[in-house]
Each structure stands twice: as C-alpha cells, then as structure tokens.
C-alpha cells in the first residue's frame, strides 16, 4: 500500500517549504504479511496512570530495543527538535495546522469542521498513550486548523469571519512528471512556520504563537498513498475526504508517526531480526489502526529523547523538582587524565554547546584506550537517582565510549546501579541515565573507549533528593 518513491521526495526538495531531510515518504507497495487478528491497544484507566519504562511488555522490549538502536539512533530520526513532540512542547499542549489545498475541489463549511475534528482526534490517537508516562506532561492536545491554503479563494464556500485564507502559490515540480498532479501548489507564509524557523529560539512569530502554524495537512489531487515527516502530513483529497470521519485512518495515522520520529519497515534488513511479535501501523499494510507495538514504540521514544534537559526542560529530573545537583562540590578523580586537560571540568558547572566545546576546560584520557574511569567523592551521603553525563568528542582521538557503566561505592566494594535507563552515547547533548536509588558517598563512571580512540566528558551532573 505504501512505498518510497524518488519523485516524491524530488518534489519535496523543490518547495520552498519543505526540506529533504526531514522527510518519510510512502506511495504503494507490497503490503506487508498480514497477521490475524489484528486488535488495536486499548489502555485500560488503571493501565494509564503513572506508567513507567519497567511496564513495557517483556514481549516487545526486543523489537522496540532494537528499532531504537538500529534504525533510529543510525538514521538520526529524532535528531531535528521539530518532531511532534517538540511542537507540542513549544504550542505549550497544542498543535497548528495549515490544511494545504492542492485541489480543485470546493471546501464546505461542514467538511471544514469535519478536517478539524478529524485532526484532533488523529493526533490524540497518538498521544494519549503519553498521558501519565514518564514525565509527559500534557493530557489531551488541542489541535487547531489556523488557515486555508488553496489555489482559489472561492473553493472556501460559506468562509467564516474567523477563517484565515491563503492563495498564494509555486510550481510543484512533481506535476512535470505526473500530470495528475496540479502544478499550483499553494503555501502559507514562511513567517508563520515552525518548520522554516524552529532552529532560532528566539523568533518572534507575527502575532504572537498563536498564529503560527506547525504542520501542513497537504492534500494533493492524484497523488498516491501517503507522506509524512516534521513538516506534516500529505495523501490524496479524496484520501482526506473519504475517511474524515473514521475514528481510525489508517494512512493518516502511519504519516503522523512519521512526525513522531518513528520509522518505516520496507526491507527485511529495516526489520528486527526476530520480526515483530504484534503489527504494527508503521510497517505498511500490516495494521490498519494503532498497536500495542506502536505505542510502546513511541513511549520508548520519548523516554529516550527527554533526557536531553535542554530540549524537554519541563521534564528535566523526571518531573521531580526536589533533586539537585551534587556533582559541584565534589572531589574528583580519574584513572587517567591528559597531563594538559583537566578533571576539574567534569563538574565546573559549565554546559556545553555541543560535543567538542573548549570554551572551558575539558576531561579526556587520551592516549589511553580499553577501560576507565572517572569518580566522584561526596562531603556526605546523598540518595542518589540520576546521572547526566556530555561527551566529549574532537574528532582527532578522543571518541564516546563504546559502553559504559555506573557503579556506586556500598561502603566495601564498587556496585552497578540497578535498573539503569539510558546510559546513552549521543553527541551534542546530556546523556540521562536514571536508575533505583542508592545512599552513597562515592559514585563513578567506568567507560570502555571505541579503540583506537580514548574517551573524555565536557561535563557529568548527578542528581539527589535534597
């Protein structure tokens, strides 16, 4: 039902509104063996509170593990802040489409009506499997339509005073090889995207956040199957229109995914080598609605990507205001340190702006290679919960680690925290690790370095309750 195709993302690489990158694309493709039943998850109301990483089903966490690593880590799928997890921190719980007309079909007041709730409830068919877990902070998501982008003003029959229109169009460059394909493709203005300008914190939108728009909703007469990514969701107008009110739309709900960071599964290799152990939406054809895959998928997903404090400040800490830092005025120590770094970097109190920032000093063991360590010695015992570590990576020697545990000193002997989540090696970002509490004096760091490289740290926080 749904494959990639070369010139739809040629089309998306010549709008002025879309960049290539960013993209996940789908047109018709052998469907995907299909598996009977197919059931979507429902979240029983004991099931959705307070739901944690430990309550992923054991039967998933393979799959799931595996799709993290293999696909998305390497195909950088989260990297861009502009997933919809992003815009819905930044719209403060609420998403903006921009509906992207690209037909010559008229819009009546009842189906415009009908595309608003159609969106609201796609969306929360994504979102409320967040609701209660692992520090999300939002409940139901209000999704707005905030303007009309179309060819020709009068295709909005019975405009409302509140209704906002867009007429203003370029060439679509996919029409040249597809004559189904308008070649009018209208556009709502840069100044109002998030997508043209969620790389500057400080943009001001015209008229405050409120008339920015987060998405497209691009329909596009003659265009087959479906695309997604940050910038929104397209398929075909008779696609939209025919399924407006279904509660699940099966195309619609895969391309938002896509927005989500979550992948394709075209080829055998994209697919966990033991296969999935339920359907799941976003291998195409092999499940019409939502799955218990998809939703652990996406909750891994988002355990995964808080942990960068700068990116989901609000969640910063797992939503716990009482930790603090205690990293600052500890006494530091290493197995090895480069005679001209510094261990006193790893707790200065200095964030990083990305991976190789020596605006301050840095901590690196070059040119020492295999395991080692960095250690912190408290002036007491703390009940400690989390450790956040920046890598340090200049490209010239010292890499991430290739692993890495956390251990704690138990009074006689050195011991591996307990149900540790994250232990990440990202570049350009904090690493969170959370695990069971432990009283202690004393916690390190144990990394083995990728050989030949050695390994080093910009900065290493560790959280306790105060």
Do not use: C
């Not at 709008?15 to 063996?33: G, H």
């Not at 509170?49 to 992923?56: E, F, G, H, V």
């Amino acid at each position: 039902m749904l494959k990639k195709t070369g010139l739809i993302l040629t089309s998306f690489m010549l709008s002025t509104s879309l960049l290539a990158s960013s993209l996940t694309v789908a047109a018709a493709a052998p469907a995907a063996p299909t598996i009977t039943p197919t059931v979507a998850y429902q979240a029983s109301a004991a099931a959705a509170s307070s739901i944690t990483l430990a309550d992923m089903p054991a039967n998933l966490k393979s799959s799931i593990e595996w799709v993290w690593t293999n696909r998305m880590v390497t195909e950088g799928s989260t990297t861009r802040k502009n997933l919809i997890f992003d815009q819905i921190f930044a719209g403060k719980g609420t998403i903006n489409y921009v509906v992207r007309w690209q037909s010559n079909k008229n819009l009546t007041l009842q189906q415009r009506k009908d595309l608003a709730a159609m969106l609201q409830r796609q969306m929360n068919n994504w979102t409320k499997h967040l609701k209660d877990y692992d520090g999300w902070p939002y409940g139901d998501i209000q999704v707005k339509i905030v303007g009309w982008a179309v060819a020709n003003s009068a295709q909005i029959l019975d405009k409302q005073a509140d209704e906002i229109i867009y007429t203003d169009y370029i060439t679509d460059q996919l029409s040249t090889s597809n004559p189904a394909i308008p070649s009018k493709l209208p556009v709502a203005p840069s100044a109002l995207s998030r997508f043209d300008h969620f790389t500057n914190p400080n943009y001001v939108y015209p008229g405050g956040l409120d008339k920015r728009f987060d998405m497209y909703l691009w329909a596009t007469s003659g265009f087959g199957g479906g695309a997604g990514g940050d910038w929104g969701q397209r398929m075909s107008d008779d696609y939209i229109l025919s399924t407006v009110n279904s509660n699940e739309i099966q195309i619609t709900e895969h391309e938002i995914g896509h927005g989500f960071g979550l992948t394709d599964f075209y080829e055998a290799n994209e697919r966990p080598p033991g296969g999935f152990p339920v359907p799941t939406i976003m291998w195409a054809g092999n499940s019409p609605t939502i799955t218990s895959w998809d939703i652990w998928m996406l909750r891994y997903t988002w355990s995964q990507i808080k942990q960068d404090a700068s990116r989901f400040p609000a969640t910063t800490d797992n939503g716990n205001t009482n930790l603090s830092n205690i990293a600052l005025n500890a006494s530091v120590t290493s197995s090895y340190v480069s005679p001209w770094e510094s261990i006193n970097a790893l707790n200065d109190g200095f964030d990083p702006i990305h991976s190789n920032d020596r605006n301050h000093a840095v901590y690196g063991n070059w040119p020492e290679t295999g395991t080692q360590w960095v250690q912190y010695t408290f002036d007491k015992s703390y009940t400690v919960t989390q450790s956040d570590v920046y890598w340090f990576k200049d490209n010239g020697g010292i890499d991430v680690p290739s692993s890495y545990k956390i251990k704690y000193w138990n009074g006689s002997a050195w011991v591996d925290v307990q149900n540790a989540v994250g232990l990440g090696t990202t570049i350009d970002k904090y690493n969170t690790t959370t695990f069971t509490p432990v009283t202690t004096t004393s916690l390190r760091i144990e990394m083995v370095s990728k050989n030949p490289a050695s390994t080093g740290i910009l900065e290493w926080k560790v959280k306790a309750s105060s």
